[in-house]
């Protein structure tokens, strides 16, 4: 009976304590830089971001190789429903008038997201349920998964 119980835990269980791993990664070096001055063009979480500058600073700090700007984010790793987001998945919006992706941040769970949101803002938490994102919610991407182990 012990080894069955070993067996299972060394086969399933190392996935997805992996992936949860890989999650609490991600979101721990996206909050520590909240309060990060938002800058235009900015890639250092120390002295100032933009949305997309964060997230590639943010994922290159984990190991993962994330390109630069949003056009180029939102077509990097694999898109993932609403109802399947995880911690550390990006999540993209649109503009209302010509329905163009433009910004990007790191989904925390709960409802929430981690982002440099615009001029004159800092790196912060809000809703991406609410009346300010929802309408503009675009899709999901998840950039790092844990390897299957065998």
């Not at 700090?61 to 630069?68: C, E, K, S």
Request: aromatic content about 12%.
């Amino acid at each position: 009976m012990k080894w069955l119980i070993a067996f299972f835990l060394l086969t399933f269980c190392p996935v997805a304590f992996g992936q949860e791993i890989i999650e609490q990664r991600v979101l721990t070096q996206a909050l520590s830089a909240l309060k990060t001055p938002y800058q235009w063009g900015g890639t250092n979480l120390a002295k100032g971001v933009d949305c997309s500058g964060f997230t590639s600073e943010v994922f290159k700090r984990v190991g993962a190789n994330l390109p630069r700007t949003v056009s180029e984010q939102v077509r990097a790793g694999k898109q993932v429903s609403m109802r399947d987001i995880h911690v550390g998945d990006l999540v993209f919006f649109k503009d209302k008038p010509d329905g163009k992706i433009t910004h990007v941040g790191i989904y925390a769970g709960y409802g929430k997201m981690v982002h440099a949101p615009r001029k004159g803002t800092t790196v912060r938490i809000d809703i991406i349920y609410g009346k300010i994102y929802g309408p503009r919610f675009a899709q999901a991407r998840r950039i790092v998964e844990s390897p299957p182990i065998y």
